[in-house]
């Protein structure tokens, strides 16, 4: 059962699952202290008198439950009265609302309303989400090079996930024409403010040499501050790399240890790759029951070659270690990997 472990890097390019930007304003001394019901208190009045910022507040405070109950009904209330005053961070959130469907029901033209309105005002979060609008065709029609546009404008204000998105569509040739050397750039300024993805998608053009001299040390440079948050393609990256020792010197439970915290994060293709380590005995004592139930889960959560690999290795496993894999797979997966 000597079975390759893949080893390829992975840029992130989709933008179907982008998450959408709420603002908190100009409210800086409601962040300053904890006693959020004090604050209450002193911002609620101003805005019964018709304060947009207080307004605005308000809002925040019932969305995040902030010395109130949380209620986003209520707080799209307050986001509406501000909103309706041309306050743009009002606008923005009670779009991400409307796109949600959180305190109103879900209605994507009306939230692209909002956001348009804010980011017409030159507010960036909502630049980002309008251009994320476009791009996916959410309440508007499909069209990327509108979306790079609003990302543009968000960009240049540093707001670091539009500089992602913006990298993206140069990476692509989405909406703008190819250019590798831009993408770098603006993944560079984003990963520069520490945002992950654009870390993740920095280190795989140094990896490839695309649009920037190839590099392997500052490959796993990025990759490293990129899956040191959390990110889990960033540590997929990462074991990889121990994997192949390209960049750094080879070591299996390195490589294990990446893996690991790639999968339980629902990574299928470090799934496959742990599996393989386990049933290799590469990095990690050698155990076929345990390699099976990562190549079970890696197969459920839609990896082709960890299905094929499963479905090979299934012909050679004892069938009583099969359906043990198999409860553990089980068990891994209900547990949301707590449990494996």
Same mark, same amino acid.
């Given at each position: 059962? $000597?079975?390759?472990?893949?080893?390829?890097?992975?840029?992130?390019?989709?933008?179907?699952?982008? %998450?959408?930007?709420?603002?908190?304003?100009?409210?800086?001394?409601?962040?300053?202290?904890?006693?959020?019901?004090?604050?209450?208190?002193?911002?609620?009045?101003?805005?019964?008198?018709?304060?947009?910022?207080?307004?605005? /507040?308000?809002?925040?405070?019932?969305?995040?439950?902030?010395?109130?109950?949380?209620?986003?009904?209520?707080?799209?209330?307050?986001?509406?009265?501000?909103?309706?005053?041309?306050?743009?961070?009002?606008?923005?959130?009670?779009?991400? =609302?409307?796109?949600?469907?959180?305190?109103?029901?879900?209605?994507?033209?009306?939230?692209?309303?909002?956001?348009?309105?804010?980011?017409?005002?030159?507010?960036?979060?909502?630049?980002?989400?309008?251009?994320?609008?476009?791009?996916?065709?959410?309440?508007?029609?499909?069209?990327?090079?509108?979306?790079?546009?609003?990302?543009?404008?968000?960009?240049?204000?540093?707001?670091? /996930?539009?500089?992602?998105?913006?990298?993206?569509?140069?990476?692509?040739?989405?909406?703008?024409?190819?250019?590798? +050397?831009?993408?770098?750039?603006?993944?560079?300024?984003?990963?520069?403010?520490?945002?992950?993805?654009?870390? $993740?998608?920095? =280190?795989?053009?140094?990896?490839?040499?695309?649009?920037?001299?190839?590099?392997?040390?500052?490959?796993?440079?990025?990759?490293?501050?990129? %899956?040191?948050?959390?990110?889990?393609? +960033?540590?997929?990256?990462?074991?990889?790399?121990?994997?192949?020792?390209?960049?750094?010197?080879? &070591?299996?439970?390195?490589?294990?240890?990446?893996?690991?915290?790639?999968?339980?994060?629902? &990574? +299928?293709? %470090?799934?496959?790759?742990?599996?393989?380590?386990?049933?290799?005995?590469?990095?990690?004592?050698?155990?076929?029951?345990?390699?099976?139930?990562?190549?079970? /889960?890696?197969?459920?959560?839609?990896?082709?070659?960890?299905?094929?690999?499963?479905?090979?290795?299934?012909?050679?496993?004892?069938?009583?270690?099969?359906?043990?894999?198999?409860?553990?797979?089980?068990?891994?997966?209900?547990?949301?990997?707590?449990?494996?």
């Amino acid at each position: 059962m $000597n079975l390759l472990v893949r080893c390829v890097a992975i840029v992130i390019l989709l933008i179907s699952g982008a %998450a959408l930007a709420q603002g908190r304003g100009d409210a800086p001394s409601l962040y300053l202290s904890a006693d959020y019901e004090a604050s209450y208190r002193q911002w609620r009045p101003l805005a019964e008198q018709g304060s947009a910022s207080a307004q605005f /507040i308000i809002g925040v405070m019932y969305a995040n439950g902030q010395g109130v109950a949380q209620d986003h009904t209520e707080a799209l209330r307050w986001y509406r009265l501000a909103a309706e005053q041309g306050y743009p961070s009002a606008q923005n959130n009670l779009g991400v =609302g409307y796109r949600n469907g959180v305190g109103v029901p879900r209605i994507d033209a009306e939230a692209v309303r909002w956001y348009r309105l804010a980011a017409e005002q030159g507010y960036a979060v909502a630049q980002y989400n309008l251009g994320i609008s476009y791009d996916v065709g959410l309440g508007v029609a499909l069209d990327h090079a509108e979306a790079v546009h609003w990302y543009r404008l968000a960009a240049e204000q540093g707001y670091a /996930i539009a500089q992602y998105y913006l990298g993206v569509s140069y990476s692509r040739g989405s909406g703008v024409a190819q250019n590798k +050397a831009e993408a770098v750039r603006w993944y560079r300024l984003a990963a520069e403010q520490g945002l992950a993805s654009a870390q $993740n998608n920095l =280190g795989v053009s140094y990896l490839n040499g695309e649009g920037v001299a190839q590099n392997d040390e500052e490959q796993i440079r990025w990759y490293r501050l990129a %899956a040191e948050q959390g990110h889990a393609v +960033a540590q997929f990256n990462l074991g990889a790399s121990y994997e192949r020792g390209r960049g750094i010197a080879q &070591n299996h439970t390195e490589a294990v240890r990446w893996y690991r915290l790639a999968a339980e994060q629902g &990574n +299928a293709m %470090a799934q496959t790759n742990l599996g393989l380590s386990y049933g290799n005995g590469r990095g990690v004592d050698q155990d076929y029951t345990i390699g099976f139930m990562w190549l079970e /889960i890696a197969a459920a959560n839609g990896d082709q070659l960890g299905q094929n690999i499963r479905d090979r290795v299934a012909e050679e496993l004892a069938p009583d270690a099969m359906a043990e894999a198999q409860r553990r797979a089980q068990r891994c997966m209900d547990s949301e990997y707590l449990d494996c």
